[in-house]
């Protein structure tokens, strides 16, 4: 289905007024035409009878008359043929025949920017009974008009497994946009849910691929060769991937993703915290080892800084006794409280 643009319909203005000065020719021609039948005369029929046939069907034309916003479209059909789509804002006249069409106008999802146009003054000039179809008639368009404004989608956050089969919790936004109206309204059923579904396997599809943080042999690119790539520590490639790859399944509805962003990435609540315990003691490690580093670094120059000077001469046995006496110091996790021996150390 190919999209084709009606770019010569901005005629809504004249076709209005026009309609407007036959009503009142109409009702004029009414009053006069009646009085002229009082008299007998022919030519109060001849205005009598045109007067009363616009005034039942003159509200007709007026079904015809479309106004559009900015970044606003109207896909259109005539007895059930796709006609053309209305592009851009004016105020247009087409078949009044022709209906909106829009499957997913009703459809209200986590997002913004959805189209909800429940008022429309355009026939409030009307001041005739039959006035009130045409505004119901216009009002109803309203509600099938598709909006080609940037939305986001916000789906609700999913429960998901890892690459090392970790539950995990992540929730996305996505930034989109309609491109071809002609194929979101008719290549899919409804293309609001479509986009949501799509967005859920899409996320499912990617977030298997990446460890929650960087675990060791985890191939994440498909090369074959292991990288550091996780979830937590690769988030705009993960997010490019998942833009990318609801794009791949979206083409067909005529939909454009402009962006895709992590907003929410967790461990499921029965392993959070057990994953917390194991952050902590492999936080605890890693500063333990830098402690004993240090402490280790710290002993070495004491030695060779006493044994340059000859401040003192230590034998092998004073050596170990100070390395041991230093380390404890260094390495302990309270303050050393030191012991002051007066005598000898023999």
């Known amino acids: 289905m190919e999209e084709k643009i009606l770019n010569t319909k901005k005629n809504g203005m004249p076709v209005m007024l026009l309609c407007i000065l036959l009503y009142v020719a109409a009702i004029l021609g009414i009053v006069f035409g009646g009085i002229n039948l009082d008299k007998g005369r022919m030519i109060g029929l001849a205005m009598f009878i045109p007067g009363i046939v616009w005034v039942l ?14 970044q606003e ?6 007895f059930g043929k796709y006609i053309g789509t209305l592009k851009g804002e004016g105020f247009y006249f087409v078949n009044p025949f022709c209906t909106g069409v829009n499957p997913a106008a009703a459809t ?22 039959n006035s009130a179809n045409a505004a119901a008639v216009q009002a109803a368009e309203n509600g ?3 909006s080609l404004k940037i939305m986001t989608l916000s789906n609700s956050r999913q429960k998901i497994n890892d690459c090392l089969g970790n539950p995990i ?36 599809n990617i977030v298997r691929i990446y460890p929650y943080d960087v675990a060791p042999g985890v191939d994440t690119t498909g090369d074959g060769i292991a990288d550091e790539g996780s979830l937590r520590g690769s988030s705009e490639t993960v997010a490019m991937r998942i833009r990318d ?6 083409e067909t509805a005529g939909i454009e993703i402009l962006e895709a962003r992590i907003t929410y990435l967790a461990y499921a609540p029965e392993i959070a915290a057990v994953m917390l315990q194991r952050q902590q003691a492999s936080a605890i490690i890693d500063a333990r080892k830098m402690i004993v580093d240090g402490a280790v670094g710290m002993v070495e120059m004491a030695l060779e800084r006493l044994s340059e000077r000859g401040t003192v001469q230590l034998d092998e046995e004073r050596k170990a ?26």
């Open 245 to 250: 790859e609801i794009q791949s399944k979206v």
């Open 321 to 346: 006794a100070m390395v041991s006496n230093l380390l404890v110091v260094l390495c302990g996790n309270k303050d050393a409280q030191p012991v002051v021996n007066s005598g000898s150390l023999y």
């Open 73 to 78: 479209a109207l896909v259109l059909t005539l």
């Open 144 to 146: 099938k008009k598709i």
């Open 169 to 204: 919790e992540i929730g996305i936004a996505v930034m989109w946009r309609v491109v071809d109206t002609a194929k979101a309204v008719f290549n899919v059923d409804n293309y609001k849910e479509y986009l949501s579904l799509q967005c859920d396997t899409a996320l499912r």
């Open 57 to 70: 069907l003159g509200w007709i034309p007026f079904c015809g008359l479309k106004v559009l916003k900015p």
């Open 108 to 129: 209200k999802l986590s997002q913004s920017g959805d189209v909800d146009n429940s008022q429309n003054n355009l026939l409030g000039v009307l001041t005739n009974a």
